[in-house]
């Protein structure tokens, strides 16, 4: 039942870690995926005494993965963002689309920086108490 966990488990950590490497590369988010699935089911399998032991850790690296989709809003714009302003200006109203995907751009960095810092904390939290030791009353 463990294994299945594990491989459960990496499937979803694999699948955020999938959609946060299509961001900047789409071509090369599939092997990311495939590859990142294997290694997080077998790193999560490994020393693991217990199912709560493996979605533990599932959920700090979920909230890792989580709390890195602000600073990828941040910084892949810079590298990819002058792709829609560009195919922007060819159009005959050139400098209200270029104004529309700007500020449409820097809405949607926004909302997925909050959903992102949100998720990320609620994972943690998630994984700080299945991680704490239950205390027994005597």
């Not at 955020?16 to 990142?36: C, D, R």
């Not at 217990?50 to 989580?66: D, F, M, Y």
């Amino acid at each position: 039942m463990r294994i299945f966990n594990a491989a459960a488990a990496g499937l979803i950590v694999a699948l955020l870690l999938y959609f946060l490497v299509s961001l900047g590369n789409i071509k090369a988010a599939f092997y990311f995926f495939l590859a990142g699935w294997v290694i997080f089911a077998f790193i999560f399998n490994r020393r693991a005494e217990s199912i709560r032991k493996i979605w533990a850790r599932a959920c700090l690296t979920a909230a890792v993965e989580c709390l890195i989709i602000p600073v990828a809003a941040l910084i892949l714009p810079f590298f990819y963002g002058q792709q829609s302003v560009q195919a922007a200006r060819q159009g005959a109203l050139a400098a209200g689309q270029t104004f529309g995907s700007a500020i449409g751009g820097g809405i949607i960095n926004m909302l997925t920086g909050y959903a992102g810092i949100l998720i990320g904390f609620v994972l943690l939290a998630t994984a700080y108490f299945s991680l704490k030791p239950v205390r027994r009353r005597r």
